[in-house]
């Protein structure tokens, strides 16, 4: 079974453009997570998606947004990019969005933005 | 915030086992995971703690205490192959990371 898939690998942008990520979650998994990881850190939590509907969002500016699709796949979009969104960004999806039991949540290989 | 405080480094050699520790300051959540991370790869699962005590997977054994708010990783019979840096994370729906820890081990 194919696991969580992140496109594209590794993306290059400019000050001021904007950027589209993709993921596409594990079969059967309904939720899927996006986070940020700066170098040298751990993944900060950017936004939640259950069933299509946002259930949560991390401490990050109105320039990231995302969507979720019908097939569960998702998109987070970044706008006016600032050399600060150079980083990893990771897509987890788990079953559900309840964060109970072990709903563990399964990352993707990420994608690499870098901002110049 | 969560406070998630791991080690930054850790090194050890081959065969040996290393306990990598993690200390938080909440009582708010479901559980705790610990993930391993090879450099520019995702994170990978190891195990998840929900109640206290020791949970044992093979090599990987991980403990939590909540009334401590202490959680640590056990890697037995190190391998090459388990450099890599080591997250903690608190899961309350999302997961909140510590920074990991690099372990590095040495023939």
């Known amino acids: 079974d194919a696991g969580v898939t992140q496109s594209p690998t590794h993306l290059i942008k400019t000050r001021g453009q904007h950027v589209t990520l993709r993921c596409s979650p594990i079969s059967g998994h309904k939720s899927v997570s996006w986070y940020q990881q700066v170098l040298g850190q751990g993944p900060q939590f950017i936004f939640q998606?259950?069933?299509?509907?946002?259930?949560g969002r991390g401490n990050f500016p109105d320039r990231f947004s995302a969507r979720q699709f019908p097939n569960y796949s998702s998109e987070l979009n970044v706008n006016a990019l600032l050399l600060g969104d150079s980083a990893l960004y990771l897509c987890?999806?788990?079953?559900?969005?309840?964060?109970?039991?072990?709903?563990?949540?399964?990352f993707g290989p990420g994608t690499r933005l870098t901002v110049l | 915030g969560q406070n998630i405080d791991q080690p930054t480094e850790m090194t050890a050699t081959e065969g040996a086992i290393v306990q990598i520790n993690c200390t938080y300051q909440t009582s708010g959540f479901n559980g705790l995971f610990w993930y391993q991370q090879h450099a520019g790869e995702a994170p990978t699962f190891l195990s998840y703690?929900?109640?206290?005590g020791l949970e044992e997977k093979g090599r990987f054994s991980s403990f939590l205490s909540r009334s401590k708010g202490y959680s640590y990783l056990l890697l037995k019979e190190l391998q090459m192959k388990d450099s890599a840096s080591y997250l903690c994370?608190?899961?309350?729906?999302?997961?909140?990371f510590g920074a990991g820890t690099t372990v590095t081990v040495r023939a």
């Open positions: 987890a999806s788990s079953l559900a969005s309840s964060g109970g039991g072990t709903d563990t949540q399964y």
């Open positions: 998606y259950y069933e299509k509907e946002e259930r």
């Open positions: 703690n929900v109640l206290d």
């Open positions: 994370a608190l899961n309350d729906y999302k997961l909140s």
